[in-house]
């Protein structure tokens, strides 16, 4: 059964950095959207970054564009966010998702199409 396993989450001050890792079990990234997200308490659940595992085209936020970056690594299997210069703003619990065999545009696609979630890990920011 596919399952998505976020860690890399933590305390950190602001100006700091951390990388969020995303690995795939039972499943493979291979011609995937996966993207990640982001929740606060009583709010939507935001995006913050995704990628197409075959092109390598990647999106971002607004909020997040020079200081986030989202990559993969060859074996398919873990997707990654680097978050650098956070802000007390960003702290959340972050989720990656996947939506497998995807060839379209990873930025047209809204959060139900994402089939697998992650847990989700938490990252605190703080000023």
């Known amino acids: 059964q596919a399952q998505l396993v976020e860690s890399g989450g933590g305390s950190v001050q602001a100006g700091g950095s951390l990388r969020l890792s995303c690995k795939a079990s039972?499943?493979?990234?291979?011609?995937?959207?996966v993207g990640w997200f982001r929740q606060t308490p009583g709010e939507e659940r935001q995006r913050v970054a995704r990628?197409?595992?075959?092109?390598?085209?990647?999106s971002y936020d607004d909020s997040v564009k020079g200081r986030f970056t989202i990559s993969q690594d060859s074996s398919w299997n873990t997707v990654y966010l680097e978050m650098n210069n956070l802000k007390p703003q960003d702290s959340a619990m972050y989720y990656c998702?996947?939506?497998?065999?995807?060839?379209?545009?990873?930025?047209?696609?809204?959060?139900?199409?994402?089939?697998?979630w992650g847990q989700g890990t938490q990252v605190t920011v703080s000023s």
């Open positions: 990628i197409h595992t075959t092109t390598s085209v990647t």
């Open positions: 039972g499943y493979t990234f291979r011609t995937n959207c």
């Open positions: 998702a996947a939506v497998p065999r995807w060839r379209g545009n990873c930025f047209s696609l809204l959060q139900p199409d994402f089939t697998y």
